[in-house]
C-alpha cells in the first residue's frame, strides 16, 4: 500500500467511527407518528448518521449509551397525554438518564391544541434534558411540510 493509500483508508475508517449515532423510538396507533419517524430516520441518515428505528417495547435505558442522539415520537393520547400502556412506561425509565444526549420531540395530535407536546417538553425541562430541535407537531397525516420538518429534526441530530 503506498503512502496515499494508507491516507485514504485511515480516513474511511475516521469517517467510520465519526458517524453519529442516532436512534428514534416510537409509538404509532393508526400510522401518523410512524410516518414522521421514518422521515426523521431519512433526516438523520441522509446527514451521514447511523440510524436505528425502535418502538417502546424495543427500548430502554440500557440502551441509551448505546446511541448520541434520540428521537422519541408518541401522538396525544388519552386526554392530552402520552400513549399510556407502552410509551408511557417506557419513557419514564429513560428521562432521567436523557442527560448529556441530543435529543428531540415529535407526535401527531388530532383535536387537541398540541397541550400534550408542551407538558412533554416542559417533562424534558424538569429533568434536565436539553431538547437539540423544535418539537415537531402534525395534524394526524403528516403533509408534506410536516414530513420536512421531520426530515430537519433528522438531520439536526446526526
Ligand atoms: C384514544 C385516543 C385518544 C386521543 N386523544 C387525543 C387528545 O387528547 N388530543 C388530540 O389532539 N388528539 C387526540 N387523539 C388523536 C390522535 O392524536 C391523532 O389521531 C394522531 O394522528 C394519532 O397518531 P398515530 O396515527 O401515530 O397513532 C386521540 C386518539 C385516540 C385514538
Known amino acids: 500500500m503506498t503512502a496515499d493509500g494508507d491516507a485514504v483508508s485511515h480516513m474511511f475508517y475516521k469517517k467510520e467511527e465519526n458517524m453519529s449515532k442516532v ?8 400510522g401518523n407518528t410512524k410516518i414522521m419517524a421514518d422521515k426523521v430516520a431519512e433526516g438523520a441518515k441522509d446527514a451521514g448518521a447511523e440510524v436505528s428505528v425502535f418502538t417502546p417495547s424495543q427500548f430502554g435505558p440500557d440502551k441509551i449509551n448505546e446511541f448520541d442522539a434520540i428521537a422519541f415520537g408518541c401522538p396525544s393520547m388519552g386526554d392530552e397525554v402520552l400513549e399510556e400502556t ?13 442527560g448529556g444526549k441530543k435529543i428531540a420531540l415529535f407526535g401527531s395530535y388530532g383535536w387537541g391544541d398540541g397541550e400534550w407536546m408542551r407538558n412533554w417538553e416542559e417533562r424534558c425541562g424538569d429533568q434536565g ?30
Not at 86 to 98: G, V, Y
Not at 129 to 155: F, R
Request: net charge negative.
Open 86 to 98: 407502552e410509551f408511557e412506561p417506557m419513557f419514564t425509565d429513560c428521562e432521567s438518564k436523557l
Open 23 to 30: 436512534a428514534v423510538v416510537y409509538w404509532s396507533g393508526t
Open 129 to 158: 434534558i436539553q431538547l437539540a430541535y423544535e418539537c415537531v407537531m402534525c395534524n394526524e397525516t403528516p403533509d408534506a411540510d410536516g414530513e420536512a420538518e421531520c426530515v430537519a429534526l433528522g438531520k439536526a441530530l446526526a
